[in-house]
């Protein structure tokens, strides 16, 4: 298909207002910066709030933070996380005579999931994530003052896991079936079983928390100088100095390419 990774980026986003990672196993680090690429809907990494370069730029507008100080949260592990686009239908997993796989039936995530023909739809599983986000509160508010974050998005938070799955369909109203199982030894990582090896389907397994499917991402808030005095709208306050970012391309057609024409039909 015209551009896999992008369209997976824009259908996961729509369901979830976060960013997918179409490599999970490469890493994308709390604090990284940079711009997002609209020909692959990747983030192009510049550099990290983290890094010493950094705040050497901070120490010239604030004197008193010191990100070492502010380092990255981890939060606790959440439940199995699964994200199914708009008209993806999961079902229970039919368990019969003719699929022989150890520990299938006490998999901690099994199901079939169902995928519409003629459109394309997305998956991303991810087992027991946990966040790892920016400290809430001061740290975004001092970074708005850095001129050199102007532009940039910035990453805030990351969910890591220690196994994933992410499929993209092809338009064929194909099912697939997919489960982690274990055999039973707690000192070995789950594994991913699945009855189809199409191209587009990605997964991986590890004992410790190696992958980062989904992280999110935020831009400085424009501020327009208010022209009333008593304009209800407050100042915005600690993290409310960054917002959600917009995806930088025009509407997606089912291959991932800019269709410019549901742009038109959209704006009339």
């Not at 994530?129 to 938070?157: A, C, W």
């Amino acid at each position: 298909m015209g551009n896999a990774a992008r369209k997976f980026v824009d259908l996961i986003r729509q369901s979830t207002a976060k960013w997918a990672n179409w490599d999970p196993p490469i890493p994308i680090p709390v604090g990284a910066y940079g711009r997002l690429n609209n020909e692959t809907g990747e983030l192009d990494i510049e550099g990290n709030i983290y890094d010493p370069e950094f705040q050497v730029l901070l120490d010239k507008v604030d004197g008193q933070l010191k990100l070492a100080d502010f380092l990255p949260q981890i939060g606790a592990v959440e439940g199995d996380f699964i994200v199914c686009t708009m008209g993806v239908r999961q079902k229970d997993l039919k368990i019969d005579g003719e699929i022989k796989v150890a520990g299938l039936a006490q998999a901690s995530i099994k199901g079939e999931w169902q995928f519409q023909r003629g459109k394309r739809g997305a998956l991303l599983i991810m087992h027991n994530p946990r966040q790892e986000y920016v400290p809430r509160g001061r740290v975004l508010e001092t970074l708005y003052k850095v001129p050199e974050l102007k532009d940039m998005h910035i990453v805030n938070s990351i969910f890591k896991c220690p196994a994933y799955t992410i499929y993209l369909s092809d338009k064929s109203g194909e099912k697939i079936s997919l489960a982690l199982t274990s055999n039973g030894n707690a000192s070995e990582p789950s594994q991913w079983w699945s009855d189809t090896n199409v191209s587009l389907l990605r997964k991986g397994h590890h004992k410790d928390y190696m992958f980062t499917p989904l992280y999110g991402l935020k831009r400085k808030l424009p501020l327009i100088r208010r022209l009333m005095r008593d304009s209800p709208v407050p100042d915005p306050e600690g993290d409310d100095f960054w917002v959600d970012v917009h995806v930088p391309w025009d509407p997606l057609d089912e291959d991932g390419d800019e269709d410019y024409s549901l742009e038109v039909r959209r704006n009339f």
